[in-house]
């Protein structure tokens, strides 16, 4: 079974800057998208950034400019970059990825277990 394992979470004061890491646990044949997206308490798991397996990159509005996101694909592994960090900032982030684990199976969608940011003001 295929993990998705995350780090880099932790306490930061607002301006600061915090780098998010994530890869599959387990043998994957091919990732396609890789992303990430958070959720406040009380409110919606959203999309904060994707790439895709060519590169492109996806950005929600209220992190453009702040927060870059990256891949290593020979490592299967998606970076966030998150500077100028703000207190709304604050949330679980989750790292997401639609992974083939055979040549001819199908994608699916795998979600690691969350890791928090705190920005204090």
């Known amino acids: 079974q295929v993990q998705l394992v995350e780090s880099g979470g932790g306490l930061v004061q607002a301006g600061g800057s915090l780098r998010l890491s994530c890869a599959p646990s387990?043998?994957?044949?091919?990732?396609?998208?890789m992303g990430w997206y958070r959720q406040a308490p009380g409110k919606q798991r959203d999309l904060v950034a994707r790439?895709?397996?060519?590169?492109?990159?996806d950005y929600a509005d209220s992190v453009k400019g702040r927060f870059t996101i990256s891949r290593d694909n020979a490592k299967n592994t998606v970076y966030l970059q998150m500077s100028s960090l703000r207190p709304e900032d604050t949330a679980t982030y989750y790292c997401?990825?639609?992974?083939?684990?055979?040549?001819?199976?199908?994608?699916?969608?795998?979600w690691g277990q969350g890791t928090q940011v705190t920005v204090s003001s």
């Open positions: 997401a990825a639609t992974i083939r684990r055979t040549w001819n199976g199908g994608a699916n969608d795998y």
């Open positions: 387990g043998f994957v044949f091919s990732i396609s998208v």
């Open positions: 790439i895709f397996s060519g590169g492109a990159t």
